[in-house]
């Protein structure tokens, strides 16, 4: 999917002042995000494992027999049971005395969906940093949550590709109250995809959430930042990068004045904006200083 053009971070007052005085964005490790649910939902395969695990001996079959061409790399463990097939087919066993025996074996199948999500499930310490951005430029609830209740700050950000400008990599979060699922476990099970479901895994994770948080439209880029003994940690962007800054409608004018004198000396480039409540509809309108 493709970034948008703008993306937007809502923020209170102080905040602005130390983005603006300091050129630096804090992207923060996501267990001091306010949704206590954050990257706690783990993904799921459907059908599940178990639920594979007859049609997963029969591909195994059909590839040791001769039956079936293979169009992909094996996994290890099928790899390994494919051989144990062939050899047992070298000995003169039939392909359903050979099945029957295998039906009825524990093949702990499940330990490998455990361990896949306990991999993922590493990146989640205080290494992991995230900057949390909203497509949308001017919603109510985002001004009231993340704006300090309509009395902060919101900054626009463009990416800019010949500076390869982190923006460029965000990733949209998609809402949803059913559990992410990851597909059929068959192709996890038969085929060396391990790098690519982890990929999958992380995604359902880290760019998940629950449909009450839709109203935030949000993106996210994400990064780690091992050994420094925080949770979270403050990058420098460009000034180019910052295309406007918006004042919420109840800003006090001590905030305002010191906010304008910032972008005036150190983003003079930069447009502002200020949000006013119009017959029940709140528009943001070119503000001067």
């Known amino acids: 999917m493709k970034v948008p053009s703008r993306l937007f971070k809502y923020m209170s007052a102080n905040t602005a002042k130390l983005v603006l005085g300091s050129q630096k964005l804090r992207w923060s490790c996501p267990s001091s995000f306010n949704d206590i649910n954050e ?3 783990m993904p799921a395969f459907k059908p599940s494992i178990e639920a594979c695990k007859d049609d997963y001996l029969k591909t195994l079959m059909n590839f040791a027999y001769g039956e079936l061409q293979l169009n992909k790399s094996l996994s290890p463990d099928s790899k390994y049971l494919v051989s144990v097939m062939q050899m047992t087919k070298g000995q003169g066993l039939d392909k359903d005395t050979l099945y029957r025996e295998l039906s009825s074996l524990e093949l702990n199948l499940s330990s490998l969906e455990d361990n896949l999500r306990e991999e993922t499930e590493r990146y989640n310490n205080g290494d992991l940093r995230i900057i949390c951005l909203s497509e949308d430029e001017n919603n109510e609830v985002m001004w009231a949550h993340y704006g300090d209740n309509h009395t902060g700050c919101m900054f626009e950000f463009r990416h800019i590709d010949e500076l390869d400008t982190p923006f460029q990599m965000a990733k949209k979060v998609t809402y949803t109250d059913c559990t992410p699922n990851l597909g059929s476990a ?38 780690r930042r091992p050994g420094e003994g925080k949770r979270y940690s403050d990058f420098e962007f460009y000034k180019e990068e910052l295309v406007s800054v918006t004042f919420a409608a109840r800003i006090v004018d001590e905030n305002l004045t010191a906010l304008v004198s910032l972008i005036k000396v150190h983003f003079p ?21």
């Open 39 to 41: 990257l706690q939902r």
């Open 186 to 223: 068959l192709d996890f099970l038969l085929y060396d995809e391990r790098q690519e479901l982890l990929a999958k895994t992380a995604d359902a994770i880290y760019y998940t959430k629950t449909a009450k948080w839709e109203y935030e439209k949000e993106w996210r880029v994400m990064t």
């Open 269 to 289: 480039q930069c447009k502002m904006y200020k949000v006013q409540s119009v017959r029940g509809k709140i528009e943001r309108v070119e503000f001067d200083g």
